[in-house]
């Protein structure tokens, strides 16, 4: 059986922060803020030292996990500017699949959960790497969701690009 093929779980934050970066969510916790001790450090006004958290937790009887979202530091005070999630204030909230994350309304981030073999995330990691230092966010996010969107189905082999049905490989090479 050739493993290369075989779906596994993926976390990806993709993050605008005037550097737009990609981050595979693969630990159990991650802080997140202004100060460098964060393990996702937003250097942005006004971004809270502290800003907020991402838990990993396991779906019971079920071989999967979700990441929650929780405004604050680890002692519960809030942020100062918020964390929003599909434009809405959060202080808890269970990320799913393309939620939209913004970061005292200063960084967005995209939270993708997909189930990808080797090959598709490798393709998938190639795309958001060429797409990081191009255009802006919001138009990324066509694309990225695109890929998303045929990674979760096995029927097509293409995406729409520029209103044009284009092959994925076509894609990476734009």
Same mark, same amino acid.
């Not at 979760?152 to 995406?159: A, G, K, L």
């Given at each position: %059986?050739?493993? *290369?093929?075989?779906?596994?779980?993926?976390?990806?934050?993709?993050?605008? +922060?005037?550097?737009? !970066? $990609?981050?595979?969510?693969?630990?159990?916790?991650?802080? /997140?803020? !202004?100060?460098?001790?964060?393990?996702?450090?937003?250097?942005? +006004?006004? /971004?809270?030292?502290?800003?907020?958290?991402? #838990?990993? $937790?396991?779906?019971?009887?079920?071989? !999967?996990?979700?990441?929650?979202? /929780?405004?604050? +530091?680890? @002692?519960? =005070?809030?942020? @100062?500017?918020? $964390?929003?999630?599909?434009?809405? !204030?959060?202080?808890?909230?269970?990320?799913?699949?393309?939620?939209?994350?913004?970061?005292?309304?200063?960084? =967005?981030?995209?939270?993708?959960?997909?189930? %990808?073999?080797?090959?598709?995330?490798?393709?998938? %990691?190639? #795309?958001?790497?060429? =797409? *990081?230092?191009?255009?802006?966010?919001?138009?990324?996010?066509?694309?990225?969701?695109?890929?998303?969107?045929?990674?979760?189905?096995?029927? *097509? @082999?293409? /995406? %729409?690009?520029?209103?044009?049905? @284009?092959?994925?490989? +076509?894609?990476?090479?734009?």
């Amino acid at each position: %059986m050739d493993i *290369s093929r075989n779906p596994t779980e993926h976390h990806i934050l993709l993050i605008d +922060d005037g550097t737009n !970066r $990609v981050i595979v969510l693969d630990s159990e916790r991650y802080s /997140i803020g !202004r100060s460098s001790s964060n393990a996702i450090v937003l250097d942005r +006004d006004p /971004i809270s030292r502290e800003h907020a958290s991402l #838990l990993r $937790v396991a779906i019971p009887n079920e071989d !999967r996990s979700i990441y929650r979202l /929780i405004d604050g +530091d680890s @002692t519960g =005070k809030l942020s @100062t500017n918020g $964390v929003f999630v599909n434009e809405e !204030r959060q202080t808890c909230c269970d990320l799913s699949n393309e939620d939209t994350i913004a970061f005292g309304d200063v960084v =967005k981030a995209l939270y993708i959960h997909a189930w %990808m073999d080797e090959i598709q995330f490798s393709e998938f %990691m190639a #795309l958001c790497a060429s =797409k *990081s230092s191009s255009a802006e966010f919001s138009e990324n996010l066509v694309a990225i969701r695109q890929v998303v969107s045929y990674l979760s189905s096995n029927d *097509s @082999t293409s /995406i %729409m690009l520029g209103g044009r049905a @284009t092959e994925l490989r +076509d894609a990476l090479v734009l």
